[in-house]
């Protein structure tokens, strides 16, 4: 047809393909499999939310559209929340920036500072959509890998490589996007290691861009550092959050940046020309959430408390399950997610010829056998460094008892070859 002939996507989306998020999401509905592999919280939510929602939805503001660069009432309660956390005064006005979820944020941080041609350096394993930002800006990731040393079964002894690290900067090197909570691995970089990262960014003049989605989450007696709030590190860090993982509300998909202002402003004018405001409606409510939170954060009703403490727990019930039958997890200092290694099941996808990586062949296998869903960790590397991480695979620990229950079931029936 005439319009098929004529019609031609931009050539900067070429690299697209299925959505890998689509594809393993799909497969577990067509199997109504048991899903502990997508990071959605499929708990409830906690009552004073609900309530912060009820109270904003009779509010005739709460349904207009509210200021571009963050609804005042969020943008001041993330300012008085996270300016302790940064030893400074952050300005609500000119330092904050509420976005539709951290993937816009982090979309809108790409796209302000990546011109075509231009370099990041990423820690990888690492989110896929940072890749997707850097295609559709033009640029080229340089991924440098979290290598296992020593006692590989804990998520604190993946490491960088310092010279490989420091190899990566060229004068192409525009931004550094880094992840702590880390997803998948769940390593917190520590203050050690955050210090030698802004070190190396800060000789090559490089802007930090750094996830901390997972901040609310940190088990045992790890700590998150903000690499923001580390000397000299402020003004050329972005640090991007998000409500959805901080409450367990990903479907709200309200995040934030937090920066100096001539940062935060470049983030602003790509946000105007896209979603322009994130809804009015909950943002009101997650600003009268961080209120709620900050008046109980001493007893034992702090939400802050209990989200860690029970996802901990899920992690060790999950831990345990994997194993009794001779797999070795990966246990997490924090976040969401923990790796799975299961080399030693002697599992072979070879004969099924499907041209994919052994991780995504186990996957499907889990899913389709055994309705079980988990998620391949290849598809967080570039072809590089992919076989480090060969037969892992990853799993949520941010469910419900009833999933982590039925989860730890069917992960016991599975048998070594």
């Not at 896209?274 to 702090?302: H, I, K, M, N, W």
């Not at 030693?344 to 499907?364: I, N, Q, S």
């Not at 960790?377 to 570039?382: L, Q």
Request: include cysteine; glycine fraction near 6%; charged fraction near 25%.
């Amino acid at each position: 047809q005439w319009y098929q002939r004529r019609v031609r996507a931009a050539h900067r989306l070429k690299k697209f393909g299925v959505n890998l998020w689509a594809e393993f999401s799909s497969l577990a509905k067509e199997h109504k499999a048991t899903n502990i592999g997508q990071g959605f919280p499929d708990f409830a939510v906690p009552e004073f939310l609900q309530e912060e929602v009820r109270q904003a939805v009779a509010k005739p503001f709460a349904n207009w559209y509210t200021r571009a660069q963050g609804h005042p009432r969020l943008v001041k309660e993330l300012a008085t929340e996270f300016s302790p956390l940064f030893n400074r005064n952050i300005d609500p006005m000119k330092e904050v920036m509420t976005a539709v979820g951290a993937y816009e944020a982090i979309y809108a941080a790409i796209t302000a500072f990546i011109n075509e041609g231009d370099e990041a350096v990423v820690i990888e394993p690492h989110f896929d959509c940072y890749a997707g930002d850097m295609d559709l800006s033009g640029g080229k990731l340089i991924r440098v890998p979290l290598r296992p040393t020593g006692d590989s079964n804990f998520a604190k002894n993946w490491k960088l490589d310092k010279e490989e690290f420091e190899a990566a900067f060229s004068e192409r090197t525009k931004l550094l996007i880094t992840t702590t909570p880390h997803n998948p691995v769940g390593k917190i970089f520590t203050r050690e290691e955050l210090e030698y990262i802004g070190s190396v960014c800060e000789k090559h003049n490089v802007v930090i861009l750094s996830d901390e989605v997972y901040e609310r989450v940190v088990f045992d007696d790890n700590e998150h550092v903000r690499i923001g709030s580390l000397p000299g590190m402020w003004e050329r860090t972005i640090t991007i959050g998000s409500a959805g993982k901080t409450f367990s509300v990903t479907g709200w998909k309200i995040g934030w940046a937090l920066g100096p202002a001539n940062l935060i402003t470049q983030l602003q004018h790509v946000s105007s020309c896209s979603t322009f405001t994130a809804p009015t409606l909950l943002q009101e409510a997650v600003a009268g959430a961080f209120e709620y939170e900050r008046s109980v954060a001493e007893t034992d009703a702090a939400y802050f408390k209990w989200l860690p403490a029970k996802l901990q727990q899920n992690c060790q019930m999950l831990a345990d399950a994997f194993s009794d039958i001779g797999c070795s997890p990966v246990w997490p200092d924090g976040g969401y997610f923990m790796l799975v290694d299961t080399a030693d099941m002697g599992w072979d996808f070879a004969d099924l010829k499907t041209g994919r990586c052994y991780d995504v062949d186990c996957v499907k296998w889990l899913t389709r056998e055994f309705k079980l869903a988990t998620i391949p960790i290849s598809v967080f590397y570039g072809d590089q460094n992919r076989h480090l991480a060969a037969k892992y695979i990853r799993v949520c620990c941010a469910k419900s008892d009833e999933t982590i229950e039925k989860a730890c079931q069917i992960i016991r029936s599975l048998k070594k070859k």
